[in-house]
């Protein structure tokens, strides 16, 4: 019995998925370092930076990568690991909730704020 599927449906694209986001939040962190390494530390430079409009696409990028890549790596935790169908089921649901929420919750924080 199948109680979901991976992300695409597919274990290769779940694994190009995963590793694909996992580049992004690679480069997502070195732009981060490079930033704290080379400006002062203000507030006002950092909101400039952080709500910029390029920074705001990539937070976007971000987010959504580390869902992805959240959702591949639980999902194969939950079917390994997890034998009754009911408990994977209610784990399953209670981590797509989580991550919708730390994803719309993003997106008010960089979009709306």
């Known amino acids: 019995m199948k109680s979901a599927t991976?992300?695409?449906g597919s274990g290769t694209r779940d694994w190009v998925v995963q590793r694909i986001s996992a580049v992004v939040l690679a480069v997502y962190a070195l732009v981060m370092l490079c930033w704290f390494l080379t400006h002062d530390h203000t507030f006002e430079l950092w909101r400039g930076f952080m709500l910029s409009l390029p920074m705001r696409l990539f937070n976007?990028?971000?987010i959504l990568a580390i869902a992805a890549h959240a959702w591949v790596g639980m999902w194969t935790v939950f079917t390994d690991y997890v034998k009754s169908g009911g408990l994977r089921f209610v784990?399953?649901?209670?981590?797509?909730l989580a991550l919708l929420v730390y994803v719309f919750w993003?997106?008010?924080i960089f979009f709306f704020s």
Request: no cysteine.
């Open 60 to 62: 976007l990028l971000a």
């Open 6 to 8: 991976g992300l695409t």
């Open 91 to 96: 784990l399953q649901a209670a981590m797509i």
């Open 106 to 108: 993003g997106v008010m």
